[in-house]
């Protein structure tokens, strides 16, 4: 289906929604919260000084997408004050080391390329050639996936796909790279193809192609569990990829199917009270497992964004406002101040590193839980957004 079919269906939502009104009441009230909160842009992701990370790159792009609707220009000078902190006339990024061949510090890509569409400056073009000069040496899998750090060789996490491909997508549309395009494709599929569970249609946190990590089947090298955040990461890849897949490119037809078949899978997880997916995915009813609010957020933008656009059944818009709704109902408090924080955030949980990050279930719920985390405010701002349209 077409955008064009899709625009009355979507006019008819907005015009006669609730969560539309109060999506742009809530992506205003969230960026203006996450200002008061951060007087300085670099103070993000709770940093204590200046750093290039995909928390920052998230967020910061997030507000960005703000700006673009309200026009309110103090959220492009605090995109545009994470920029010019971290990004030198020359190009070179404070604090990013390429050598490290870490593929969460290609997020921030995006914000560069949209300050440097915004104002034309040449450092921030320089900064985002900077960050694809790191995928062109970036190590691979043997059949072609780009490993998720140096540090952690032969291994392919969900996660990465969002850090990696949107990126290079957009790279490739604004810049004319257009091999690019079968570049994310491949990524895309390839993660597929490696950690697909045919039981659930989820897809698994991560694949080690060497089988020597602890957490890695030593069959088929997946972990052991499915994480929330984890499939948020890749939907997200998938939707945000598709912005800027040619309409013909041949492989664009199976990032769809993906992102349908997946969607249809996760249904059958939802918490049917609140809208909300748990931690761990499968365990809803599991003592210790908690709704999550990241990955709820970005199964809300995935929705919106896939249904939108043609590439979801309509009906996705709908789920998508209803999840955005329990996430505003369950999960929002107000503060004295008057600004807003959202709640049930996980902290963060990855893949080996330490004997204590084994894929299972009792390490992804020990990890911290807080409020206010870029990883659900950068998609709660996207959705919003999105269903304000």
């Not at 900064?127 to 995928?135: C, F, N, Y």
Request: with cysteine.
């Amino acid at each position: 289906m077409k955008l064009k079919s899709m625009m009355p269906i979507v006019a008819a939502l907005l015009l006669f929604g609730t969560s539309c009104t109060q999506g742009q009441k809530w992506s205003v009230r969230m960026a203006n919260s996450e200002l008061a909160r951060h007087p300085h842009s670099w103070m993000l992701d709770f940093a204590t000084k200046p750093k290039w990370g995909y928390c920052q790159g998230l967020e910061t792009h997030a507000i960005f997408e703000v700006y673009k609707v309200t026009g309110n220009k103090k959220y492009l000078d605090f995109v545009k004050s994470f920029g010019d902190t971290m990004v030198y006339a020359d190009g070179s990024i404070r604090t990013y080391e390429l050598s490290k061949f870490n593929i969460d510090n290609i997020a921030g890509g995006k914000m560069l390329i949209a300050l440097y569409k915004e104002t034309g400056e040449e450092k921030y073009k320089k900064a985002a050639d900077l960050l694809r000069e790191q995928m062109r040496r970036h190590p691979r899998t043997a059949d072609g996936g780009f490993w998720h750090k140096q540090v952690y060789p032969h291994q392919m996490w969900l996660d990465g796909l969002f850090m990696g491909s949107p990126f290079l997508a957009q790279y490739g549309k604004e810049f004319n790279e257009p091999a690019l395009f079968d570049e994310v494709t491949h990524q895309l599929t390839t993660v597929a193809k490696h950690t697909y569970d045919s039981i659930t249609g989820l897809y698994f946190h991560g694949w080690d192609e060497s089988r020597e990590q602890k957490w890695a089947d030593k069959a088929t090298g997946k972990s052991p569990n499915f994480w929330s955040r984890s499939i948020g990461w890749y939907m997200m890849a998938l939707v945000d990829v598709l912005e800027f897949l040619p309409e013909n490119h041949p492989r664009r037809s199976e990032v769809i199917a993906i992102l349908q078949n997946l969607s249809k899978s996760l249904e059958k997880y939802q918490d049917t009270k609140t809208k909300a997916w748990y931690q761990v995915t499968i365990y809803g009813g599991r003592e210790g497992n908690y709704l999550e609010t990241s990955g709820t957020a970005m199964f809300a933008y995935a929705w919106a964004k896939g249904a939108i656009n043609g590439w979801l059944h309509p009906s996705y818009l709908q789920k998508a406002r209803e999840t955005f709704d329990g996430l505003t109902k369950n999960f929002i408090e107000v503060n004295a101040d008057k600004t807003i924080s959202i709640t049930n955030c996980c902290a963060v949980s990855g893949l080996g590193g330490s004997d204590r990050r084994d894929g299972s279930f009792e390490y992804y719920i020990s990890e911290p839980v807080r409020h206010n985390d870029p990883k659900t405010i950068g998609p709660f701002l996207y959705a919003a957004l999105l269903l304000n349209k």
